[in-house]
């Protein structure tokens, strides 16, 4: 191809964008001295064509670009930056290395090695390649998002991969852990009930990134933003991951479930100094890295090695265009920002009050009908759960995991901070205003131990992440009810039974937006470790086995899920009213008698009416996290009136949950409370 073929090209859009006649490509770099094209002709291609790039003609500010005639959809390229190696002034070009464009919307990993990356020299029979996608042509037949409000959600965070890579899934081998094996288990997802998955990354990463011999099972990796990643996706053909993904997003929304990504725009993989380059890194360091004073070192606010720069301009505009693309193009209905406090960092790693890049992505048009979720905390000791910025922000509210974790466990001093979670946590999302929904409620998620686990270990065991068992949080507000691991006795089983139930009838319960772990409803287990990240093999993966296994906690938390999801008082978008108005959604606060909660420093009992005058609903729950068994008062009910028991968690199945049809009838005014057990009573007329 020779340079009279090559046209100037225009600075926008920025990536690979197909016109008729040919491709139009633009980066950014800024100090780069010298940039080439390189077209590969296949992925397993080492001696590409080169089009080295003007920095007259094919420079628009620092902006490099051209337009290659006859190029279209499934183009190979990559690209060479020729400029400073001057870590100490914050300049890491290497010329010798190929670089993937940062907005490239589809990688190529055949031969990638991250170690080639990492040393020095020429890396091209082991480097990344990008691949032009052509954006229109996909027929969503009319598929748009769901838009499901906060207080109607149950969100299921899961492992694309790990949800049907186990041989046991029933999914053809070919499909197992991809976009369209699970395609082929919505029904079970319809059946739970949830209304939203929030999938671990799927924008492209390393999963080379891990321990020797491990492979990065999680994706908290990323190297492409744009793209969907590859090895998820059955479809090997050019593009296949893109489309397949589509399939997937719409077969997802015709079950009336919308799909979160769980996003990392707070660093990437090229870790620290002696990590890879393949790509921001060659490109333009000291733009897309906060690096610490001396400029050879990158500021560390993530525990991964590296910072974006998240409110520098140039990362600012990749990552809002990049949250526009997933939605625009692959009509996702949110985003989960991990480690969201770390994107509030300004140039030097100071907090800000108002971080540029958050406001941009609250604040813009095309993203103001998704659920924006926040991670609200960053590894650095940044925490903002509760003063996070702006009005549309929802934050996993860790202080709700860790309450409920210690009460439910029996610790001292803990009813009052359960009451709180229960009502949406006030004491934390204190600032006038703010709805319920912006308490993420959870006990467990992907980063720790599961909910089986939580009440099966007391200690971490993460021995198999070939780090000596260092890695993993080491406070788990755990307890292994006598036994560390599975155990044969009934009785601990039995208990460890009540309190998994216990969990999740509060997490259901409460005010606020409830969001479940893959697998905690049949007890998936992880075998006590708490920090699976490296683990792409059956300790992480859905056990299929478990449906059947365990199908008795499994119909109670379906059961649960339907009978919240069909109540009023459980949608509610407002507060509920705690001073005893009789005309709007309330809770009254009671202890083992009427009207009078103890607060105090040895109670582990908690009773509450639930009240919706328009709608008709009373609802009286009851949870005794003492280690004997009590006596509930019971509020008096009107003529004709009489309360059905919906939920006892210390009784077998199928008593355990039952639908208000059929629920028995409680007539006595008192409630007898087993130990570690949670009972939801609804009102209803006499037959």
């Not at 020729?82 to 890491?92: A, I």
């Not at 709805?435 to 992907?446: A, G, K, L, Y």
């Not at 992880?526 to 365990?550: H, I, M, P, R």
Request: aromatic share 10%; net charge negative.
């Amino acid at each position: 191809m020779t340079s009279r073929q090559i046209q100037p090209g225009k600075s926008y859009p920025l990536g690979a964008t197909v016109f008729p006649e040919g491709v139009n490509f633009s980066l950014f770099s800024k100090n780069g001295r010298l940039v080439e094209l390189l077209l590969f002709d296949h992925e397993d291609d080492k001696k590409p064509r080169v089009v080295r790039l003007d920095p007259v003609l094919n420079r628009t500010f620092y902006y490099w670009h051209c337009f290659v005639p006859g190029v279209t959809s499934g183009q190979i390229y990559a690209y060479r930056v020729y400029g400073p190696n001057d870590p100490s002034r914050g300049m890491r070009f290497d010329g010798k290395k190929v670089l993937l464009d940062p907005y490239t919307q589809a990688v190529i990993t055949t031969h990638y090695d991250r170690a080639a990356a990492c040393r020095p020299g020429d890396n091209i029979g082991h480097c990344l390649k990008g691949m032009v996608m052509e954006r229109r042509g996909y027929d969503w037949e009319g598929d748009h998002p769901l838009k499901i409000p906060h207080a109607s959600s149950v969100i299921y965070e899961m492992h694309v991969a790990g949800f049907t890579r186990n041989p046991n899934s029933g999914v053809a081998s070919k499909k197992r852990g991809t976009y369209a094996g699970l395609i082929e288990k919505i029904p079970y997802l319809k059946a739970l009930g949830i209304t939203a998955v929030e999938l671990l990354p799927v924008q492209q990463f390393d999963e080379q990134d891990a321990p020797t011999g491990l492979r990065n099972y999680w994706g908290y990796s990323p190297i492409a933003f744009f793209a969907p990643h590859a090895a998820y996706s059955s479809d090997t053909t050019p593009g296949g991951a893109v489309r397949e993904f589509r399939d997937m997003v719409k077969a997802l929304h015709r079950a009336g479930i919308e799909v979160i990504l769980d996003v990392v725009f707070n660093h990437t993989a090229e870790a620290g100094p002696e990590g890879p380059t393949f790509s921001w890194r060659g490109l333009e360091n000291s733009v897309y890295y906060i690096l610490e004073e001396d400029k050879a070192r990158y500021a560390n606010y993530t525990g991964c090695g590296n910072t974006l720069n998240a409110n520098y301009s140039i990362v600012r505009r990749m990552t809002t265009d990049c949250l526009r693309y997933w939605v625009t193009e692959m009509h996702v209905d949110g985003f989960r920002f991990d480690l969201a406090s770390a994107m509030a960092r300004g140039e030097s790693g100071q907090p800000m009050d108002n971080p540029p890049i958050l406001w941009s992505i609250e604040s813009d048009p095309v993203l103001a009908g998704t659920k924006i979720i926040a991670e609200a905390w960053d590894a650095a000791g940044l925490y903002q759960v509760g003063t996070f910025i702006g009005d549309r922000f929802a934050q996993w509210n860790g202080q709700f995991r860790d309450d409920v974790r210690r009460f439910v466990r029996g610790d001292n001093a803990m009813v009052q901070k359960l009451a709180a979670r229960i009502i949406a946590s006030p004491d934390i999302f204190s600032k006038p205003g703010t709805e319920p929904e912006r308490s993420i409620n959870f006990i467990t998620c992907h980063d720790g131990f599961t909910l089986n686990d939580l009440v099966s270990y007391q200690v971490k065991h993460n021995e198999a992440n070939l780090q000596e068992n260092r890695d993993g949080a080491d406070e788990n507000f755990s307890c292994n009810h006598g036994v560390e691991s599975p155990s044969e006795e009934e009785a601990i089983e039995g208990l460890r039974l009540r309190q998994i139930k216990n969990f999740l009838v509060i997490t259901l319960i409460s005010q606020g937006t409830p969001m479940l772990l893959m697998g905690d409803e049949v007890r998936r287990t992880q075998l006590g470790n708490n920090n699976a990240y490296c683990q792409d093999n059956t300790l992480s993966w859905f056990d299929w086995d478990l449906v059947e296994k365990n199908r008795d906690l499994l119909r109670f938390v379906q059961g649960l899920i339907g009978f919240v999801q069909s109540r009023a008082i459980f949608q509610e978008r407002n507060h509920l009213d705690t001073r005893g108005r009789a005309d709007v959604p309330g809770i009254t606060w009671h202890g083992v008698k009427l009207s009078t909660p103890d607060w105090g420093l040895y109670s582990h009992t908690l009773a509450f009416s639930l009240r919706h005058p328009a709608r008709h609903e009373l609802l009286h729950v009851m949870i005794n996290a003492y280690s004997e068994p009590l006596s509930f008062e019971l509020p008096r009910l009107r003529r004709l009136m009489h309360w059905k028991r919906i939920v006892d968690t210390s009784l077998p199945a199928p008593d355990d949950f039952q639908p208000l049809e059929t629920a028995p009838a409680v007539e006595a005014h008192t409630y007898r409370l087993r130990d570690h057990s949670v009972v939801i009573l609804m009102e209803q007329m006499k037959h």
